[in-house]
């Protein structure tokens, strides 16, 4: 079977603030365009696109599912993606692959955080954007004051392309401005009527708002309209489209998902709006022998360049990646070259995804989207072409994570399972990030927000088996000495046959911060065999691995061994190693140790009215804030502030901007902890180990 023409195929992202309906509208366009037989619902978790048992329970879409349809001789691959900010990762690398989006805003609110956010994202990546105004059928919904706002927000060119008739219970159908054809449904069947006498003069009125916009992207069309010409069909979506793709008009349109209503006028949208492939132009990409920007273009006897965005984790399957083709063609059972991890792979069986279902599909052509499954190594960001000619894409940039939890497993021998679990997660998921911190030890879980963690947990439990718990993370702590001290560190132990003796006197030094640890060997006359010079200073490093204060390691400071005796019997590596540990332990305790804690850059992105809230919360986090520089739109606050205020920052970042605030951390350096505060932690750390 041969590739799909690239010039019937369309790219589209549904987008949108979490609420909007997103979802129900993609069960809606794949039910009115025969692509599924019964039409599902978020509420009952029987939807295509909300598979996962996670997106059932919670009633919201955690990842962003693809699907495909055919309109008007048309292939729509559809993509609904996730509009909670905590899973934008998906919705992120949807937009990089798709030409258009349909902006989904609820009737009864209008625009919202996200919707400003992935505004953003559209503009950046060059996708042209639809709106639809959904649930027209709610209390409250008013589809004058949606556009009102699109425009405050968006601009003048969000322009109503259809109008709703009626609203709330009286919501009957819609009025396409375009064709001046009215649309009421019965049983989501679209039954053609007349407009409304009531409603003739608001038509009119709007239509002229429409063509205002739209005739300023095509010179005769605009003279036309100007001299009261009359304006073809084939002419006025002609200067429509060129107005979609020039990202100066955005339609809107209006109607209800879970009604089926206004559906059919959004595919004819869809298709008469959004540019295919073809029409797209050279898409940019990266030569990977030379690292020079380069063209694609779109087609079949082009050379392959394909990008895989998104990596599936499927239980049966195996590793599925989702991928889009740019140029050349990809046939299953066909050799291919990944530039980035330089490794040639098998595609085995191309797949077209419906939601969780998939079907086999010989080949996928340029501008096409699909799917491959059990590639060896390739990830989410790699690209797929020929060893002859290798390409690369830019990196896809994802936000950083904000939430932070100590992983700990609730059954004893887990840890394994816990590992490879989160490495299949972190293949899906390029927002999540695991480590292990090297001070605490402890398995640290990083994701966007708490809810984002407690989803990969549930995960966990339910693919793999592992239950586990989550805790805050503790803070690495360091500690330091603030004068020189000195002391003797004597080990003696008889035990009737050869005994254990080791003597050492030690003097530690405090160093300048950063400086990290220094060992000085200044025995003379043997009184300490060279033999035992190692083991004192393996005594020393491993007793500072422990602070007495709150138990984390010690830092910044110069241990100096001068002086001690050995038996010329007993005397052994371990015995001098054991008198250097408690020499040093003696030698911190009369040198007035003190406890360090991080400080963390903090850099915040908020809208202007917020500044002064931050700024009021920084302080009360003992923040210190350097100074201010405008971001666009908005007010970027820079501020170094203690690790242990910042734990729990991001939801309370979240509660002051209404979620139009963000923040990147970085670490900075380590500071003593005020008095009173260092006491509260050593208390802690005591009250652990009773507990223990």
């Known amino acids: 079977m041969p590739a799909a023409d690239p010039s019937k195929i369309r790219n589209v992202a549904v987008i949108g603030h979490r609420g909007t309906g997103k979802t129900s509208l993609t069960e809606a366009i794949l039910f009115i365009s025969g692509a599924v ?8 978790g029987t939807t ?9 329970k919670r009633q919201m879409s955690i990842s962003a599912s693809l699907c495909h349809l055919k309109w008007r001789d048309r292939n729509i691959n559809l993509m609904d993606t ?19 989006a349909v902006v989904v805003v609820n009737a009864t609110i209008g625009v919202e955080v996200q919707h400003e956010r992935l505004w953003k994202h559209c503009e950046d990546n060059g996708v042209n954007r639809l709106i639809f105004v959904n649930m027209m059928d709610r209390e409250r919904a008013d589809f004058m004051a949606a556009v009102e706002q699109l425009q405050e927000s968006f601009g003048t060119g969000a322009v109503a392309a259809q109008l709703p008739i009626g609203a709330e219970d009286n919501f009957e159908g819609v009025v396409d401005l375009l064709t001046r054809k009215t649309w009421r449904y019965d049983n989501g069947k679209a039954v053609e009527g007349e407009i409304p006498a009531d409603m003739a003069d608001l038509v009119e009125t709007y239509r002229d708002k429409l063509m205002d916009e739209v005739a300023q992207n095509d010179d005769d069309v605009m003279e036309k309209y100007l001299e009261g010409e009359e304006i073809s069909n084939e002419e006025l979506y002609s200067a429509l489209k060129a107005g979609v793709a020039a990202g100066t008009v955005f339609p809107i349109g209006a109607g209800c998902a879970t009604r089926l209503t206004g559906i059919n006028l959004l595919l004819d949208l869809l298709v008469d709006a959004i540019p295919s492939p073809a029409k797209h132009g050279a898409f940019k990409a990266i030569d990977a022998s030379s690292g020079d920007e380069i063209e694609l273009e779109c087609k079949s006897d082009a050379p392959l360049a394909a990008f895989v965005f998104k990596t599936l984790a499927d239980p049966f399957s195996g590793r599925i990646n989702v991928m889009r083709v740019y140029s050349g063609e990809l046939k299953s059972d066909s050799n291919v070259y ?13 797949l077209r995804l419906q939601g969780k279902d998939n079907s086999p599909v010989g080949m996928l052509g340029p501008g096409d989207i699909g799917a491959v499954a059990k590639l060896k190594a390739t990830n989410t960001g790699d690209s797929l072409c020929s060893e002859s000619n290798q390409v690369t894409f830019p990196a896809l940039q994802f936000p950083n994570p904000v939430m932070s939890f100590a992983v700990e497993p609730k ?30 030890n402890e398995l640290i879980v990083s994701g966007l927000s708490q809810v984002h963690v407690e989803v990969v947990v549930d995960r966990m439990k339910d693919r793999f088996g592992v239950e586990v718990a989550l805790k805050p993370p503790r803070v690495p702590y360091l500690e330091t000495i603030r004068k020189p001290a000195q002391s003797q560190g004597k080990y003696k132990k008889q035990t009737g046959g050869r005994g254990q003796y080791g003597d050492c006197w030690l003097k530690v030094e405090p160093l300048d911060s950063g400086d990290g640890f220094e060992f000085v060997d200044k025995v003379v006359g043997g009184v300490i065999p060279r033999g035992f010079i190692p083991a004192v200073e393996k005594g020393v490093i491993e007793a500072m691995k422990e602070g007495e204060l709150s138990g984390s390691p010690l830092v910044d ?8 005796s050995h038996h010329p019997v007993d005397s052994s590596e371990m015995a001098f190693k054991i008198a250097a540990s408690m020499g040093l332990k003696k030698a911190i ?20 009215e917020n500044v002064g809230d931050v700024i009021g919360d920084m302080n009360s986090r003992r923040g210190k804030v350097l100074g201010m520089e405008p971001k666009g739109k908005m007010s970027q606050v820079n501020s170094e502030v203690p690790l242990a205020e910042m734990l729990s920052y991001a939801p309370d970042l979240r509660s002051m901007t209404g979620g139009r605030g963000d923040y990147t951390m970085e670490f900075l350096r380590y500071i003593e902890v005020p008095a009173h505060l260092a006491q509260k932690i050593i208390e802690q750390v005591q009250a652990e180990k009773a507990e223990k």
């Open 589 to 608: 305790s009369a040198a007035i140790p003190i406890i360090l804690e991080p400080i963390m850059a903090v850099r915040i992105t908020v809208p202007e």
């Open 82 to 100: 996730p509009g909670d900010p905590s899973f934008h990762a998906d919705t992120i690398a949807a937009l990089r692959v798709v030409e258009g």
């Open 411 to 440: 059954s004893k021998g887990d840890e394994e399972k816990i590992g490879t679990s989160l490495r299949r997660f972190q293949e899906e998921d390029p927002t999540l990030v695991v480590k292990r911190d090297p001070q605490t």
């Open 48 to 56: 295509v696109a909300d598979h996962d048992e996670d997106e059932k």
């Open 557 to 564: 400071m110069r241990v100096t061994v001068y002086d001690g």
């Open 37 to 44: 037989n019964r039409q599902g619902t978020v509420e009952q």
């Open 338 to 350: 990944n530039p980035i991890t330089k490794t040639k792979e098998r595609v085995g069986k191309l």
